[in-house]
């Protein structure tokens, strides 16, 4: 995507930098992505306790050894992932993810265990923190969901990282519009949403809360915004000036698009419910986005 101010330059903002992500509506913005020490807490420490970051397989299971990776392999950063890596084979799958990963260090990603290096994964994305979802643990190597892409898992071998529990959880479904918060598996609150209009809707699959940023114009409700990991699903839909954005959860300055297709991938919700959702659910929840869940949450 574009990096800048508006997409066009480039520019510190306090300690981060500029970044363009994909709005709902037609006009297109860009704003700088802030860490979670904001004025909005986004999580308690007994929600983020660190746990164990390595889980060894069984001592007759060898664990396969990681090929050296080059120097010159892409970082995955806020433009979209390099291609290359496999597909996330539970992409559907609501059951929630309880474990986050922080890299401490570059970290080598591969597309399978013992497999090969396609891309380095960073501490931080546009100098935010990255926290990413564990999906998958096959014979001592981690699997995550991969920033700046739909669908996708980065393999990672041991060491390099922390872990953190996760809590919160976010299932979007787009047939009846509906947007969902949990916790530790359990339905808290239930909003109707506004999705992506027909050729640009909103991509179906895993992601994560991948930061926060401040509203860059009065017609987001002056709340602040999520940007979400996943990217659309096919680029050239959207408008030129939206190249490269990211998905989006956001308000709006009115509610009279709810339970339509009205935005270019992302979901709207109320001021209300996004200002409730940036106080309990931190960076690094995963989000689900699926036609429609088998039976309506409790909350619905």
Same mark, same amino acid.
């Given at each position: 995507?574009?990096?800048?101010?508006?997409? +066009?330059?480039?520019?510190?903002?306090?300690? *981060?930098?500029?970044?363009?992500?994909?709005?709902?509506?037609?006009?297109?913005?860009?704003?700088?992505?802030?860490?979670?020490?904001?004025? *909005? =807490?986004?999580?308690?420490?007994?929600?983020?306790?660190?746990?164990?970051?390595?889980?060894?397989?069984?001592?007759?299971?060898?664990?396969?050894?990681?090929?050296?990776?080059?120097?010159?392999?892409?970082?995955?950063?806020?433009?979209?992932? =390099?291609?290359? %890596? #496999?597909?996330? !084979?539970?992409?559907?799958?609501?059951?929630?993810?309880?474990?986050?990963?922080? !890299?401490?260090?570059?970290?080598?990603?591969?597309?399978?265990?013992?497999? +090969?290096?396609?891309? %380095?994964?960073? =501490?931080?994305?546009? /100098?935010?923190?990255?926290?990413?979802?564990?999906?998958?643990?096959?014979? @001592?190597?981690?699997?995550?969901?991969?920033?700046?892409?739909?669908?996708?898992?980065?393999?990672? !071998?041991?060491?390099?990282?922390?872990?953190?529990?996760?809590?919160?959880?976010?299932?979007?479904?787009?047939?009846?519009?509906?947007?969902?918060?949990?916790?530790?598996?359990v339905a808290r609150r239930t909003?109707?949403?506004?999705?992506?209009?027909?050729?640009?809707?909103?991509? $179906? @699959?895993?992601? %994560?809360?991948?930061?926060?940023? !401040?509203?860059? /114009?009065?017609?987001?409700?002056?709340?602040?915004?999520?940007?979400?990991?996943?990217?659309?699903?096919?680029?050239?839909?959207?408008?030129?000036?939206l190249r490269g954005a990211h998905?989006?959860?956001?308000?709006?300055?009115?509610?009279? /698009? $709810?339970?339509?297709?009205?935005?270019?991938?992302?979901?709207?919700?109320?001021?209300?419910?996004?200002?409730?959702?940036?106080?309990?659910?931190? /960076?690094?929840? #995963?989000?689900?986005v699926v036609d429609a869940l088998? *039976?309506? =949450?409790?909350?619905?």
């Open positions: 995507m574009q990096i800048g101010d508006w997409g +066009r330059r480039r520019r510190g903002v306090a300690a *981060a930098v500029g970044v363009a992500v994909l709005l709902g509506g037609s006009a297109y913005a860009g704003w700088a992505l802030t860490p979670s020490a904001g004025p *909005a =807490p986004v999580a308690r420490p007994s929600d983020r306790a660190e746990i164990p970051s390595t889980t060894l397989p069984p001592l007759d299971e060898p664990v396969p050894t990681a090929a050296p990776a080059p120097d010159d392999l892409p970082e995955i950063a806020y433009d979209p992932a =390099p291609a290359g %890596f #496999p597909d996330d !084979p539970d992409t559907l799958d609501t059951t929630p993810l309880t474990e986050g990963l922080r !890299p401490t260090r570059r970290l080598a990603a591969y597309d399978g265990p013992g497999g +090969r290096p396609v891309a %380095f994964l960073m =501490p931080t994305i546009s /100098e935010v923190p990255l926290t990413v979802p564990i999906a998958r643990r096959e014979q @001592g190597w981690t699997a995550v969901l991969l920033p700046s892409a739909n669908r996708k898992l980065a393999w990672l !071998p041991p060491g390099g990282y922390r872990t953190v529990a996760l809590r919160d959880q976010i299932v979007v479904e787009r047939v009846p519009y509906r947007l969902t918060w949990y916790r530790d598996g909003w109707q949403v506004s999705l992506g209009q027909r050729g640009q809707e909103t991509p $179906l @699959g895993r992601t %994560f809360v991948l930061g926060r940023t !401040p509203p860059p /114009e009065s017609v987001y409700g002056g709340v602040d915004i999520y940007a979400l990991g996943s990217v659309p699903d096919d680029p050239a839909s959207v408008p030129d000036g998905i989006g959860i956001h308000t709006w300055h009115h509610d009279g /698009e $709810l339970g339509q297709q009205t935005t270019n991938g992302c979901i709207r919700l109320t001021p209300s419910g996004q200002r409730l959702l940036l106080t309990e659910v931190p /960076e690094g929840s #995963p989000v689900v088998p *039976a309506p =949450p409790s909350t619905a």
